[in-house]
């Protein structure tokens, strides 16, 4: 028998993205039917004056944490199919997982756990925002959000990643030299240079910073250290270096801090205009949370063109700081069809979906600039 062609790579990642992209439209429709069941049905009222009910008017705190922990819970299980086909069956498909089922299941049980406990501190302190202080109570929520977020960006690396992959410290040689040289050009302070442990799970490369202040560190994917020359490597942690000399963390969160105070606000409009209407007598009653999630839900879709196209903006400014550091265009463009080819990027999107989801530049016009450059 004769053997079949294989298909190439890039129809590959062009079929892959097409995918994703109709996995994201309906992720959103039943995103948007979960809500708007739970909220119309009366389910949400329901459940809501049911905990307060058992616990009482004293004990509300408690009252909004059973109902986010059951209302996480419930929006999960309902998820589970997409989530499943979307990261289990399609990855296995494509070649890019190593996990078997009970493996990947387990990550997914972890990842819920985390949600969970993150929805419930979010969800706690908003809606005590909102029962304190009805008028102000997005302001407020705006900064928590922000502290939030630099705590937990804070704490990922030492408490969060270490439960889904291995890091251990990347042994002594060239490359940690290499590294080390380039921070300290770069007067960038990190805790150590570490190995990733990707291999176990995926076939795709990665590398980041990963952690914030004093938890900053180098995570590189044990995948691209096997595969990707030391050139190549240097390569991609200088448009890493990019960011941090460019100061893209603090325009980023700047970016998300101004976003997440609009979307509050939109939040407080659509509780004040609607609650009333849905027979709620204050906006701080829990049982109107789907409202409250589906106006920060649209606001979200509505904002992220503007937010992506900032990221993007900032990525190729960060291509062009590596560029001109290293002198020449070659290691990072021949990174970037390396990456391309493993991961499965799609080098050339369509345009309304690279303008409405995507938070890089397409590797096409990376590669384009950095040549140009």
Not at 133 to 160: C, D, G, K, M, N
Not at 347 to 354: D, G, M, N, Q
Request: overall charge negative.
């Amino acid at each position: 028998m004769e053997e079949s062609t294989p298909i190439p790579r890039e129809v590959l990642a062009k079929e892959y993205d097409a995918i994703h992209n109709r996995l994201f439209i309906i992720q959103v429709l039943l995103v948007v039917i979960l809500l708007g069941a739970f909220q119309f049905s009366g389910a949400s009222a329901v459940l809501a004056n049911g905990l307060a009910s058992r616990f009482g008017d004293s004990l509300w705190f408690v009252s909004n944490a059973v109902y986010t922990i059951i209302a996480v819970f419930g929006f999960a299980a309902c998820m589970f199919p997409l989530s499943y086909y979307s990261d289990h069956v399609l990855e296995h498909h494509y070649e890019l997982s190593n996990e078997t089922f009970g493996e990947w299941f387990g990550d997914f049980i972890k990842s819920l756990m985390i949600d969970l406990v993150l929805a419930t501190v979010l969800f706690s302190v908003v809606y005590a925002l909102l029962r304190w202080s009805e008028e102000l109570w997005w302001l407020f929520a705006t900064v928590f959000y922000i502290l939030f977020a630099v705590v937990i960006s804070t704490l990922a690396p030492l408490v969060i990643m270490p439960l889904f992959h291995k890091f251990e410290p990347l042994e002594e040689g060239d490359l940690t030299e290499a590294v080390r040289a380039m921070m300290e050009d770069a007067d960038i302070k990190v805790v150590g240079v570490f190995k990733w442990g990707l291999e176990a799970k995926t076939n795709t490369a990665n590398a980041a910073f990963a952690g914030f202040g004093r938890t900053k560190r180098i995570i590189l994917g044990d995948t691209l250290l096997s595969g990707y020359s030391q050139k190549e490597i240097l390569a991609i942690l200088a448009h890493e270096v990019g960011h941090y000399k460019n100061r893209d963390t603090l325009r980023l969160m700047t970016t998300s801090s101004v976003l997440a105070l609009i979307g509050f606000y939109v939040a407080h409009l659509c509780l004040t205009g609607l609650s009333g209407l849905l027979g709620f007598d204050a906006i701080y009653d829990i049982g109107a949370a789907p409202l409250f999630i589906f106006s920060l839900f649209v606001f979200s879709l509505i904002s992220m063109p503007f937010a992506n196209m900032h990221s993007r903006r900032r990525e190729f400014a960060a291509d062009a700081y590596a560029i001109d550091r290293l002198g020449s265009p070659d290691d990072l463009v021949s990174a970037f069809e390396k990456l391309a080819d493993q991961n499965l990027s799609n080098k050339e999107p369509a345009v309304w979906a690279e303008i409405l989801l995507h938070s890089h530049p397409s590797i096409s016009k990376r590669i384009e600039r950095a040549r140009n450059r």
